[in-house]
């Protein structure tokens, strides 16, 4: 067993203590050989405050830890220590309070303070300045102080800067407060240049109007840049260099193939595309943790989806069939900056990592955007299901698990049973036609859920189904109407000829008409009725 640097963020400590450690030390040699200030969005787990460590010890000059690096090998200059200062805000920090953030903010200049002997009466602050321009104004004499002292220009690196924005979302006045202190703090340091050698902000989103970079306008977003689409994450063919013992032993215990196993993770933990011609990457929190565990779980997701975030999606007009008929689209600019008071959710999934690229128009310069893989398509959806029916419950019988065996077995009664009680449960609300929205976004979270071949609204060549059910035995057309009747649902489904394209299928075939009531906002009527081949064949014809 080797030692998987699951949760480990400190690179010190990762070499020190002999963990895995993927290689990612040439992309820092290109930034620092190329450029001076930075921004890079990516999601939550994905390695960003290991690089950001990585990145300190590279400018603390400690050469030791990088023996055997790619970067070792391209550093040709000598290793000389500049000034660090580290800012991380995904330390547990409380943020929900008015003086959350500048409390951060005082506590770690504070402690640079007093590493280059720095006093209060050393720096002039008047009366009249209020605490956010009295912070700035401590940092900017650090940052003067720190270069007399040492003679080297400053390194800037700001880990997960927007915590404090992500966690306060549902408290605009709060939010907007937090946007101050960063104005207040970073808004300067373009005039500081000459003092600065390097600057490094990560963050889940960049957040519009926040003046780290309105007034940084010399910052690089290297978010969407081809050559940094692997700088976190772990690409396939890091997989295949660095845990080959990993995936062999992984593969013995599910008795498959390594080719196989890779297979089954692709398909779970692959999928991020941070550039449309991009290397593709695995999320490295739930790759690590499966190769530790022998499981494919949903790691990444089980570190808290925020609720914020799932309540919005449920109670928008989003429509989430969308997630995975590749109906979503973007260009960069609607991707790379999110504001709160926006009701389009697209870049906030996209950049909190529920969405990624998966093609791209380079005519339009439009990117189509879908779920990056299994892990997050069915954690997401598990997670939405309770928002949209408040009859979503294991205890009742109402729940996944049961439906999965009425499909299995062919249960008609069961099936009904179960979508009658979800229907039953969809919340109140006031907006235009709710109940039409509610009822499809339920069927579609409930089927997909199932993990069978669940097509919905599939395209013929005579009409448009909308919703295909296949298990192993059986096959079901469904076809849903609204204040109608089930005879009229299944006539629709005889003239459309829906059930040519299974007609070589040896499984049984059903025809199901659905209709819902949307005034009394139940599940009104249901029928269902068995296909033969020669009907099919006759109807055809």
């Not at 321009?133 to 927007?162: C, P, S, W």
């Not at 690409?235 to 498959?256: M, R, V």
Request: glycine residues 6%; negative net charge.
């Amino acid at each position: 067993m080797r030692k998987l640097p699951i949760g480990i963020q400190g690179f010190e400590k990762l070499i020190t203590s002999d963990f895995v450690y993927v290689d990612k030390t040439e992309y820092i040699y290109k930034l620092v050989s190329t450029g001076k200030v930075y921004f890079l969005s990516r999601p939550r787990r994905f390695g960003k405050s290991l690089l950001v460590s990585t990145m300190k010890a590279y400018w603390q000059g400690k050469k030791e830890l990088f023996r055997g690096l790619k970067i070792e090998e391209l550093q040709n200059g000598e290793w000389i220590p500049h000034p660090v200062f580290h800012f991380d805000f995904d330390g547990g920090f409380n943020f929900g309070n008015l003086t959350g953030l500048e409390s951060i903010l005082d506590e770690q200049l504070m402690r640079w303070e007093k590493e280059y002997n720095i006093k209060p009466d050393d720096y002039i602050t008047n009366v009249s300045d209020n605490e956010l321009n009295a912070l700035g104004k401590r940092f900017r004499y650090l940052i003067v102080e720190a270069y007399r002292q040492t003679g080297f220009r400053v390194v800037i690196l700001v880990d997960e800067y927007d915590k404090s924005l992500l966690e306060v979302m549902e408290q605009p006045e709060l939010e907007e407060h937090n946007k101050s202190v960063f104005k207040g703090f970073f808004g300067s340091l373009k005039s500081f240049d000459e003092y600065l050698e390097f600057v490094f902000i990560t963050g889940v989103t960049k957040f519009e109007k926040v003046s780290i970079f309105s007034d940084l306008n010399q910052l690089r977003d290297i978010s969407f840049n081809r050559n940094y689409a692997g700088i976190c994450g772990i690409t396939e063919q890091e997989i295949k260099d660095n845990f080959s013992l990993e995936i062999k032993s992984f593969a013995e215990e599910y008795n498959l193939s390594q080719d196989e196993c890779l297979e089954r993770l692709k398909q779970t933990y692959d999928g991020y595309h941070f550039h449309p011609r991009g290397v593709s990457v695995y999320n490295p929190f739930s790759l690590l943790n499966a190769f530790a565990d022998h499981e494919f779980r949903s790691y990444w997701f089980e570190t808290g989806t925020p609720t914020f975030l799932v309540r919005r999606i449920a109670n928008s007009s989003f429509d989430v069939r969308k997630f995975t008929n590749r109906t979503l689209y973007a260009n960069e600019r609607r991707l790379s900056n999110y504001r709160a008071d926006n009701s389009d959710l697209v870049p906030l999934l996209y950049q909190t990592g529920y969405l990624t690229i998966a093609d791209y128009d380079s005519s339009s310069q439009e990117y189509t955007l879908s779920f990056p893989n299994k892990e997050v398509e069915y954690s997401l959806l598990e997670s939405l299901i309770p928002e949209y029916s408040l009859n979503y419950n294991s205890g009742t019988g109402n729940d996944i698990f049961t439906l999965r065996r009425y499909v299995e077995d062919g249960n008609f009664d069961g099936i009904r049973d179960i979508l009658t009680a979800l229907f039953a449960g969809i919340p109140y609300t006031q907006k235009a036609s709710p109940f039409e929205h509610y009822f499809q976004s339920v069927i579609y979270i409930i089927f997909t859920l199932l993990g069978k071949s669940i097509i919905c609204e599939m395209h013929t060549a005579t009409g448009r189904i909308d919703c295909v059910l296949q298990a192993k035995s059986f096959i079901y057309i469904f076809e849903f109407k609204r204040d109608d009747t089930a005879e009229n649902a299944l006539k629709q489904i005889d003239e459309n000829g829906y059930a040519l394209p299974f007609i070589a299928d040896k499984r049984r075939l059903y025809k199901i008409g659905v209709v819902f009531d949307s005034e009394k906002r139940v599940l009104k009527e249901w029928k269902a009725e068995e296909f033969i081949a020669r009907e099919i064949s006759s109807r055809s014809q």
